[in-house]
């Protein structure tokens, strides 16, 4: 394999993502697959099969998320060019015990993208494979990704996680969202599992992994989007960009979502130009973060159209302007959980971002709550399963008997019914806090772990 990868791609933490905030110009026409499902509500993704409902008789626990609620990639790649397929998936693996501790030694971790087997035969995707060498500067074997991570490895739709410290991790799959029926499904599901040296199956769990082409240009630039985009920039600014195409967007305009560590020789980010040009044309956040039918902000505590994209990140206007001033560097500085969740313990990250941070037992928010913009429950069946596998219930998961194997009861609920109803003294009373049936919404980050008499906490 021959490789000459650029310096914006060398090094760069696993970031191929949010099109939502990088995303300029994407759209054109959809493949035929994919026309059939723009409108109305998304398909929901393919079931993710037989799990075990129940972990108190099993030695190990995954944990597997997305590293983003939504991946997005161009429809094409023979003209204009913002992102390639490039998706990430994390797992952690917890050895139950009395403490319970995540472990990587011992353990292969396998993933597969269920009825996904390849990429490049798919609509226009194959484009990528035919121009990768003229926009990322490497040679790839067909259906196989690229990767800032671990630049030399480059997976597909199925292999194997690298350990990487506390945790498990497969950067830069070529996911697309067509699958192999033909079925365009912008929320595919990826099947974890855990082996231990002996090649037995200790545990496995399924995640969304998501990835859209909704980036909706079309919209203003018309069927042809990609090349009226590069018609324009040349006109408006003398650049030769369609004689040269295909062109990457951030070969001038700096993506830290690729790596770049600075705006580009054009002196301004990808994302500022995007956002600073389309403020004053009609454009909504879900034109291109990515589309009016993905819409891939999806938990049920943070959606509300188009409105928590502003409450959180501002509008575009305001992304522009403090990107240009200085207080907002792309993908680097991104909305604090704190923010609106003020007096809640654990919750703020300090100079981590959410999906990078880690909590309780030394477990990444993520493997708990869900995606950056995919916090359980959402409205996606697959995002839901992981939650309902490990606790029976769609909701962020605090079963203490998940991962404790000191703990009674398959969930939080069962042990409050037994142990905290009418306001009895608790077992959490005794020896670190208590709490009557009004208050479980509080659990378990506003209940303080508290050890008494200076014997230490309870497990």
């Not at 070529?174 to 499904?185: A, C, E, S």
Request: proline share 6%; charged share 15%.
């Amino acid at each position: 394999m021959t490789r000459h990868a650029p310096r914006t791609l060398a090094g760069a933490a696993s970031a191929l993502a949010l099109a939502g905030l990088l995303a300029a110009c994407g759209g054109g026409s959809k493949t035929e697959a994919a026309a059939a499902s723009t409108t109305g509500t998304p398909p929901l993704p393919a079931e993710p099969g037989s799990l075990p409902s129940a972990t108190t008789s099993s030695s190990y626990v995954v944990l597997a998320w997305n590293d983003l609620g939504m991946h997005c990639l161009n429809p094409s790649y023979d003209a204009a060019v913002i992102l390639p397929p490039y998706n990430t998936v994390v797992a952690q693996v917890v050895k139950r015990g009395n403490p319970p501790q995540p472990v990587t030694s011992g353990l292969t971790v396998s993933y597969r993208i269920l009825n996904n087997t390849k990429s490049s035969t798919k609509g226009t995707f194959g484009q990528f494979w035919v121009n990768v060498q003229k926009l990322f500067g490497v040679t790839l074997p067909l259906d196989k990704g690229l990767n800032l991570d671990d630049p030399a490895v480059n997976n597909g739709l199925s292999g194997t996680m690298l350990a990487k410290g506390d945790h498990f991790l497969a950067s830069g799959i070529p996911l697309t969202p067509i699958d192999d029926k033909g079925v365009w499904n912008p929320y595919q599901v990826g099947e974890i599992t855990v082996k231990d040296a002996s090649g037995k199956v200790v545990a496995k769990t399924t995640t969304t992994v998501p990835t859209s082409d909704e980036i909706n240009c079309s919209k203003c630039h018309g069927k042809d989007a990609l090349n009226d985009v590069l018609k324009k920039h040349d006109a408006a600014h003398g650049t030769q960009l369609f004689a040269s195409k295909p062109v990457l967007c951030a070969s001038c305009h700096g993506s830290p979502a690729l790596g770049a560590t600075g705006p580009g020789s054009s002196r301004m980010y990808l994302s500022q130009a995007v956002h600073g040009f389309h403020a004053t044309r009609g454009a909504s956040c879900y034109d291109c973060h990515p589309g009016p039918t993905t819409q891939c902000s999806r938990s049920l505590a943070h959606t509300a159209a188009d409105g928590n994209c502003t409450a959180c990140h501002g509008d575009m206007a305001n992304v522009a302007a403090t990107i240009k001033n200085g207080t907002r560097v792309p993908w680097a500085n991104e909305p604090k959980c704190a923010t609106c969740h003020t007096g809640v313990a654990g919750v703020d990250t300090g100079t981590a971002l959410y999906r990078n941070a880690r909590g309780h037992g030394n477990l990444y928010c993520s493997a708990c709550h869900g995606s950056p913009h995919a916090m359980v429950p959402t409205r996606q069946a697959s995002d839901n399963a992981q939650a309902i596998q490990y606790q029976g219930k769609a909701k962020a998961i605090a079963s203490c008997a998940a991962c404790h194997s000191s703990n009674r009861g398959e969930g939080f609920s069962e042990w409050a019914h037994e142990h905290g109803t009418g306001g009895k003294a608790s077992a959490c009373n005794v020896c670190h806090t208590g709490f009557l049936d009004p208050q479980q919404a509080k659990w378990p980050h506003q209940f303080q772990w508290k050890a008494r008499g200076g014997s230490g906490g309870g497990d």
